[in-house]
């Protein structure tokens, strides 16, 4: 059986692309649950559990946060790609190992979504978001700490539509090096 589901991961983990372009679809809700539970049991310095993840699906909120978030880009595009849901991953600036720690719950969120049949993207610029005044306000609404808690990144999530997700491209060859 370990072999087995091992295949199965190795075979999420190659497949698993960025996706940016989603269907009307909804996001059932069991497989989102799925989704946020392996966010739950990435791995944490010392077990401290230390990110914090806020779950967007409305849609009014998730116009008010992508445009915000394409105000910090620069570009007056849907920087979510028309996801109808987004996770935001939040890093734990009194935890040592706090960036580390949210950084293996984005990867955790987009390998099950992958498992489960999603697309996902990690979209950047969660940081500069949240240190906006009206990011702060954000933080606060959702009853977060901004002092003690940065935006490190947004894992959008949805079904692919149509030509939401490329190909992988070859593999580097001086990605691996042994000493």
């Known amino acids: 059986m370990l072999a ?60 008010e946060l992508s445009s915000l978030n394409g105000r910090v880009w620069g570009k007056p595009i849907d920087p979510f790609y028309g996801a109808p849901v987004a996770v935001f991953v939040l890093a734990d600036r009194t935890a040592p190992t706090g960036f580390q720690d949210a950084c293996l719950v984005m990867g955790n969120l987009m390998l099950a979504a992958q498992a489960v049949g999603l697309g996902s993207c990690w979209i950047n610029r969660g940081k500069e978001m949240f240190e906006l005044p009206e990011g702060r306000v954000i933080l606060e609404r959702w009853r977060i700490d901004p002092a003690r808690y940065e935006g490190l990144g947004i894992c959008i999530l949805g079904h692919p539509a149509e030509g939401g997700i490329t190909h992988a491209k070859p593999r580097k060859a001086d990605y691996i090096v042994y000493a």
């Open 4 to 63: 087995h589901g091992m295949k199965e991961t190795l075979v999420d983990i190659k497949e698993r692309r960025s996706c940016r372009k989603y269907s009307t679809k909804p996001v059932e809700h069991a497989d989102l649950e799925k989704v946020l539970e392996a966010g739950t049991y990435a791995p944490t310095g010392h077990g401290t559990q230390s990110p914090r993840m806020v779950i967007v699906t409305d849609e009014t909120q998730l116009r």
